[in-house]
């Protein structure tokens, strides 16, 4: 994993965020020239059992979505970092968290006020049922 540092704390923070309630999304933005896929929208999701997340990948062209577990989910997003997305944002109600790729790709992360005033409802439910 390239950046090992800045990708551990980064997702890390995505861990912690869905364990303690506060996430609302994960987005993967910012493609590297003109690629049918523009970008990658995370939330959680449930299988009634388990909380898993759903990966939105969208095209130029349509929509696919793919219910994944948390860990698989979260290492299927790395080999997408530096090809084709230079950013990863986290929202939480907390703050916001950027990982920005630059020319050189090297990582940088820095946190912003929340965008989101309330965490994933899907999430949500979860917590209140276990």
Do not use: C, W
Request: aromatic content about 10%; hydrophobic content about 40%; overall charge neutral.
């Amino acid at each position: 994993m390239p950046n090992t540092a800045a990708y551990k704390l980064f997702f890390d923070k995505v861990r912690e965020s869905i364990s303690n309630g506060t996430f609302a999304k994960l987005t993967l933005a910012k493609t590297i020239g003109n690629t049918q896929l523009m970008n990658i929208y995370i939330r959680t999701n449930t299988d009634e059992i388990q909380l898993k997340l759903a990966l939105t990948f969208k095209f130029q062209t349509g929509e696919e979505v793919k219910i994944v577990t948390i860990e698989e989910g979260l290492n299927e997003l790395i080999p997408y970092l530096n090809n084709p997305f230079l950013s990863a944002i986290l929202f939480t109600i907390d703050g916001d968290v950027m990982m920005k790729l630059n020319k050189k790709r090297v990582a940088t992360i820095t946190e912003q006020a929340a965008t989101f005033k309330n965490a994933d409802p899907i999430l949500l439910e979860y917590l209140s049922n276990k």
